[in-house]
């Protein structure tokens, strides 16, 4: 520990006193400028194409301005109310529409600049004929993908993590991925974050109290123990988070769902089944499917990328080995895994081997931990005889279905429902979910210099430990300014947004 060996270098090394709390390193300010920021921008802000209303948005100084040159009578409407004007070109007077228009003088707008809205009738020639009037305007240029949203976030409008939320909204597929989306937005991770940036910001204090008044000045006994303690709780529940880290990405970008069993027992027709559309050619030819074929689907409200592959089995020709192959190579990248049999041939040796050596071994491994999950699928019920089925007592826990009449998919997907719940966790409840690898690193890092801390050799590396800690921290929930990040994230956006 490094309190023992506090020594003379390091009080040297501390400089002239200071005060205890420094300014915080910049959580939740805005990073950078909006790129040209001082021109207004207008764009197109609801979706393309014919439609009952369509929404044109302005943002900059000149927004009031153009909204006057397009609108009689000339004068600015009420505040944040909706008012009935005439569209009309500025130059050549001519009418282009009737339309409602929203007037948001900045900073209480979307932005924080002065905004305009025009909501016109979304047939293409007005919508253009408005675009047209307003690039006319001087000092108006169109936006660029995502500025509207970056000004908000250059004006402190919305923190880095909001932004990532909102991108997700506009992306959100599936119900569980718009909750997660929605809490992001919320700010519910930024605030977990500023409560982390605080407790160090805390722990920082005390330290750089004790390198500034050491122990013999007028200082509150055990100040360094409150650090220790304090960076030790903090440590552990970014731990508890970092476990939970993969859950919150799965939900984003999807879970990894390989559909796997001996050749014929029906997986193709299992994937057409959950997918609702023939992605897979089905048929009575073992080793139909040799590529691995990849779906984006909606199981039970979840986001899944569910893969067909080949069935497996040894020793038939090289095309097929290579199928094999891929099979087995994605099936290690499975968070679940689909293994499938036929009901009616369970005891041919391709089941038995199949039980054996991917069943069993993927049970003993899960599923309380973060490991891979497995739901065991007896196809082809349909087959069995009808004094009900004759299974062996010896097999574990497993799902009939029949891919053929539909018999058992609606337990399928409960189970589904169940496993995916574990897999990318509940987006209703919980602490907020990480969504991005952005996200992981940053609270990776902070959790290093956490480490770096405890290990320091002296107190002046303590303190600077616990500042990059926290600009790790800053950096998650702000974006510490990085271009490239902004870069990254804004390219999400769509133009209008
Ligand atoms: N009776 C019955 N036949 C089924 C059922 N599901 C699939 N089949 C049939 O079983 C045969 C094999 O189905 P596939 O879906 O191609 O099986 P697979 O596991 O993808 O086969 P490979 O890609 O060759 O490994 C086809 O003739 C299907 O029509 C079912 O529930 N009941
Ligand atoms: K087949
Ligand atoms: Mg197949």
Redesign the pocket.
Known sequence: MWRGLWTLAARAARGPCRPCVRQSSGAGAPGSGAPGSGATIFALSSGQGRCGIAVIRTSGPASGHALRSLTAPRELPRARSASLRLLTDPRSGEPLDRALVLWFPGPHSFTGEDCVEFHVHGGPAVVSGVLQALGRVPGLRPAEAGEFTRRAFAHGKLSLTEVEGLADLIHAETEAQRRQALRQLDGELGQLCRGWAETLTKALAHVEAYIDFGEDDNLEEGVLEQADSQVRELAVALETHLRDARRGQRLRSGAHVVVT????????????LLSRKPV??????????RDVLETPVDLAGFPALLS?T??LREGQGPVEQEGVRRARERLEQADLILA?L?A?DLASPSSCDFLDTVVTPAIARSPNGNGQRLLLVL?????LPPGGPDLSPELPPHLL?????GAGLDGLLEALRKELAAVCGNPSTGPPLLTRARHQHHLQACLDALGSYRHAPDVALAAEALRVARGHLARLHGGGGTEEVLDIIFRDFCVGK
């Open positions: 069993g001996p050749p014929n027992a029906g997986k193709s027709s299992l994937v057409n897979s050619i089905v048929s009575p030819e073992p080793g139909t499917t067909d080949a069935g499938v036929d009616s196809n082809k019920s349909d087959l279905l029949s891919c053929l009449t």
